[in-house]
């Protein structure tokens, strides 16, 4: 499966996070055993469904359905772009474009989401195992991009 198609995923059900309430999204398995690191993957229980959230005031990255499970960005093996504003930080995980690298190519004129377009069309883009939101990255990009040209 396409990791940057539209998933028509219709048992993605939204879950609310235990810590701040706000709406997560469902994340498969495969991304918490490529990022967390091997005390949290340690603790993972398979047969629980994962969600993510994405609030950046939220210590909490994943947790079960069943709210049975907790990881938090230290259980990462790296930096979550929606919880860390660093520069370093990337926005683009399969192709390292941080915000640092974004800015530089706005400056010059680069066009970064079509950079990553065009690797993702030709199937090397692996969000699923990469991105601590198991989804692609271009709507992340492309808002970070629009924030650069509004200021």
Not at 118 to 125: E, K, L, T, W
Not at 130 to 147: D, I, K, S, T
Request: neutral net charge.
């Amino acid at each position: 499966m396409d990791c940057c198609a539209p998933a028509n995923n219709t048992e993605a059900v939204k879950t609310e996070c235990p810590s701040c309430g706000e709406k997560g999204k469902n994340v498969q398995l495969l991304t918490l055993k490529s990022l967390l690191k091997a005390s949290a993957l340690e603790t993972i229980e398979p047969e629980n469904s994962y969600v993510f959230c994405s609030n950046p005031a939220c210590s909490i990255v994943y947790f079960s359905g069943n709210h049975s499970q907790k990881f938090v960005k230290n259980d990462l093996k790296v930096p979550v772009y929606q919880k860390n504003q660093g520069a370093e930080v990337p926005v683009c995980y399969c192709f390292d474009w941080t915000r640092e690298r974004l800015l530089q190519a706005v400056g010059t004129d680069q066009k970064p989401a079509d950079q990553i377009k065009a690797h993702v069309q030709m199937g090397r883009c692996g969000c699923e195992v990469n991105n601590p939101q198991g989804a692609c990255c271009l709507g992340n990009v492309n808002a970070f991009v629009r924030g650069l040209k509004e200021v």
